[in-house]
């Protein structure tokens, strides 16, 4: 258990929907970041906030925004819902967000997308 | 631009040595993570190499050479749980250096 929850474990919606998954990052971890993990790609990096601010943005399409609020925890809303976007979403959170640390990913919320 | 190769699938047998490589091609360079994961589960962190050389841990080694943009992954005294993917991931040198870029990762198949 590396600390790190998200919620829903798994949401099935349809298109054009729009849906939010939550992250909670490790107790002390200022950084959260979020990422899509699909069966022909690899993991990728969409988004990672530090703090409460956008620190670095990756190919995230604008159709998907997230936000990092007071208490650190993190939304990643997904609208305008496509086939497509069936996938697993991690997300995963550090100590500070620099150059050195180590990320710890949560369990993943799979996200079906009929 | 970024380019991250690593094997697609290896098998190997229960007890033995696997070595599995990464080489990649970054904008600079800041750290190499070793990442492994299961099925359907989250990557769980195993290694961080920023410095030429060896690093050990257990069962598990990793290797960096930065002047020949080449990593590898050791893992000895193969379990049937170590049946997993194995990803690894570079740091590179941007302005905003938390981002990190993965490769699509090395099944890894143990077989009794």
């Known amino acids: 258990d590396s600390g790190v929850t998200q919620t829903p474990k798994h949401l099935i919606t349809a298109t054009g929907q729009r849906v939010t998954l939550r992250c909670s990052p490790r107790?002390?971890?200022?950084?959260v970041y979020w990422y899509q993990q699909s069966l022909d790609q690899g993991l990728q990096f969409l988004i990672q906030y530090y703090n409460g601010e956008e620190r670095a943005k990756g190919n995230i399409l604008e159709r998907f925004s997230a936000q990092q609020f007071p208490d650190l925890h993190s939304e990643l809303n997904l609208s305008s819902l496509e086939l497509g976007d069936s996938a697993l979403y991690f997300c995963?959170?550090?100590?500070?967000?620099?150059?050195?640390?180590?990320?710890?990913f949560g369990p993943g919320t799979r996200l079906t997308v009929l | 631009g970024q380019n991250i190769d690593q094997p697609t699938e290896m098998t190997a047998t229960e007890g033995a040595i696997v070595q599995i490589n990464c080489t990649y091609q970054?904008?600079?360079?800041?750290?190499l993570f070793w990442y492994q994961q299961h099925a359907g589960e989250a990557p769980t962190f195993l290694s961080y190499n920023v410095l030429d050389g060896l690093e050990e841990k257990g069962r598990f080694s990793s290797f960096l050479s930065r002047s020949k943009g080449y990593s590898y992954l050791l893992l000895k005294e193969l379990q049937m749980k170590d049946s997993a993917s194995y990803l690894c991931?570079?740091?590179?040198?941007?302005?905003?250096?938390?981002?990190?870029?993965f490769g699509s990762g090395t099944r890894l198949s143990i077989r009794p």
């Open positions: 995963a959170s550090s100590v500070s967000g620099s150059g050195t640390d180590t990320q710890y």
């Open positions: 970054t904008s600079g360079f800041n750290g």
């Open positions: 991931a570079v740091r590179p040198l941007y302005s905003s250096a938390s981002k990190i870029i």
């Open positions: 107790s002390g971890d200022l950084s």
